[in-house]
């Protein structure tokens, strides 16, 4: 059932997306060789919990880390751990903040030190996939449409997506109806709504689209070890089209112009 969210559960959302924001802003520069994924995931913590809200990561199943620490060909769920970032990584970092019990959801793809081309595409196509795909999160459109237009975008520039993991819904739940993949047929789905809240991510791979899960029970890699990335924000549907929530301040004005 999607659970279409009152302006009080909006607003706490819209709390916990800017500790989100926080949260990137401070490990964008961090993201550099030498330091390690779980120095990234402590520091995560400390700006959570500063700000008064709880990773909703951490103890998820078992999970053991504050954050998704994803290197190179890991898709999702990387665990923050002692190895150290060299130049030329790409890590993705997936962040889930409550705040009085309502969650926002987010991912960033940073470079590590120089990238070579084929990665620093893979990163801007990414993102560019979100930014097609919230052309169609608005009132008129379906699920399917968002999907589809992460897909094509991806596939226009040689890249596939992962059918093995979606977006969904979220607020009082880490994941709510609907599911939100990244593909889709144009024109079925759910019918997006005004006050819907999602989690819109699309992860995208250099090579095959499949992956397989390590032996710790959580990291999904590359079936064939080629580069990945992701790029996720929370959104909630408005009259006309969305808000982003977890957005940073550098993002905003880069959107603005």
Request: one cysteine or more.
């Amino acid at each position: 059932m999607i659970v279409i969210k009152s302006q009080r559960e909006i607003d706490l959302m819209k709390k916990a997306g800017r500790i989100v924001a926080k949260v990137f802003e401070t490990l964008e520069p961090l993201c550099k060789p030498g330091n390690t994924t779980k120095y990234l995931s402590e520091m995560a913590g400390k700006v959570i919990k500063e700000n008064g809200g709880k990773s909703e990561e951490y103890g998820y199943y078992g999970y053991p880390g504050i954050v998704c620490t994803s290197v190179n060909d890991e898709l999702v769920h990387g665990i923050p751990s002692n190895r150290k970032l060299r130049d030329g990584d790409i890590v993705s970092v997936d962040i889930v903040v409550s705040y009085q019990g309502y969650m926002a959801d987010a991912c960033r793809t940073f470079a590590v030190g120089n990238l070579k081309p084929n990665a620093e595409k893979l990163i801007r196509v990414t993102r560019e996939c979100f930014f097609e795909a919230i052309k169609f999160a608005k009132p008129g459109y379906r699920i399917g449409d968002i999907g589809n237009a992460i897909e094509e975008h991806a596939k226009e520039n040689g890249f596939t997506v992962t059918h093995d993991f979606t977006g969904h819904g979220i607020g009082h739940e880490m994941h709510e109806d609907p599911s939100v993949p990244c593909y889709g047929v144009a024109g079925t789905g759910s019918p997006v709504r005004k006050g819907m809240t999602i989690a819109i991510e699309p992860m995208v791979l250099e090579g095959r689209r499949e992956t397989k899960t390590l032996a710790d029970g959580w990291t999904a890699v590359s079936i064939d070890h080629k580069l990945t990335a992701h790029y996720e924000n929370t959104v909630i549907i408005t009259d006309d089209g969305c808000e982003i929530i977890t957005l940073t301040d550098k993002e905003i004005e880069e959107i603005n112009g």
